[in-house]
């Protein structure tokens, strides 16, 4: 009986066939790239402490409605007065608030030109995990209110020896009166 490999059991293999590989392994080409660069990778590299205070560019992006209005769907919120003026007026404001997690979303829809992460500090992303997400709010983000973002690396640690590595991000979201709404942590788990 001819048998017919699915996609989980195609990834499955493959990622054991890579952590078997032992892909860390110096290879010659990255060898000679680190050598015309002057740094030894052939050793774990730990995360440049220099990074620290590194910014991005400020980006825009307007709370729109309609992207709140699936936000709400997406997550079940119940709450009328996420999506619905009459009811966000019928409760006593004066414009409809966001979620307090949307400030997340509103991140995620006008990504920064540079990744710090990704980009400047050049983590491969297989060995990164997700480790922790805190939102600090100061003043409500409302629909119609144009949110600017900018991130910064707020700290960089490591734990066991180095074996474990944290990128902690910071980033900041002001509204169009300059008034910062919420400020945004997010802890990046790097695996050695």
Known sequence: MLQTMGWFDQRRDAAVRDRNSDSRRPTVARIAMTWEAGHDQTEDAMIDHSH???ETEEVSILVEQSQ???FCQATGETNAVFWDAEAARAAGLDAVPTPPTYAQTLLNLSPFRTNLVLDVMQVDL???LHGEQAFEHHHPIR???TVRLKQRVADIYDKKGGALEF????TVA???DDVVCCTLKSVAVVRN
Do not use: S, Y
């Not at 990128?167 to 910071?170: A, N, Q």
């Open 52 to 54: 620290i205070g590194a």
């Open 68 to 70: 709140l209005k699936l």
């Open 126 to 128: 297989a060995r990164m």
């Open 143 to 145: 629909v119609g209110d």
């Open 167 to 170: 990128i902690v991000l910071e």
């Open 174 to 176: 002001r509204n169009q």
